[in-house]
């Protein structure tokens, strides 16, 4: 499941997953991103993931095609979560991510206000 968070403005976008995204809300997700890249042209994006227990394999396939192919669309990517394991994925991550120009960050939960302000500072 998930939803588009009500801080969202201009090129920045937040996004509340929680448990599993199966294809069809990740199809959904995608068609969200598409449309505000075309709004916007470079975005930035604040994912909070509660509770968040992956992909389909479907939906795994079909984001990384996505980003692969939207890579020089994304400025920030910060990720919002209370796991270990999410921050070791972003640290794994990253120096992908600045091959391909995207800046990503993690934050614990409670610095959601900072992953906010610093996804949307220039």
Same mark, same amino acid.
């Given at each position: 499941? @998930?939803? &588009?968070?009500?801080?969202?403005? /201009?090129?920045?976008?937040?996004? *509340?997953?929680? /448990?599993?995204? +199966?294809? =069809? =809300? @990740?199809?959904?997700? &995608? ?10 042209? #470079? ?7 509660? +509770? $968040? ?16 192919? @939207?890579?020089?669309?994304? *400025? *920030? $990517? =910060?990720?919002? /979560? ?13 120096? $992908?991510? %600045? ?5 990503? #960050?993690? $934050?614990?939960?409670? %610095?959601?206000?900072?992953?906010? =302000? ?5």
């Amino acid at each position: 499941m @998930h939803e &588009i968070l009500p801080e969202s403005a /201009g090129n920045t976008i937040g996004i *509340r997953i929680a /448990g599993q995204l +199966d294809e =069809a =809300a @990740h199809q959904a997700l &995608i068609e969200k991103l598409d449309s505000l890249i075309q709004e916007q042209s #470079k975005i930035n994006v604040v994912a909070v993931l509660t +509770d $968040f227990k992956g992909w389909s394999l479907k939906a795994t396939i079909k984001d990384f095609n996505w980003v692969m192919k @939207h890579a020089k669309d994304i *400025r *920030r $990517f =910060a990720v919002v /979560g209370d796991s270990k394991w999410l921050e070791w994925c972003v640290a794994l991550d990253q120096p $992908f991510d %600045k091959l391909i120009g995207i800046e990503e #960050k993690y $934050f614990e939960e409670e %610095k959601l206000a900072d992953a906010w =302000a610093w996804a949307k500072a220039e």
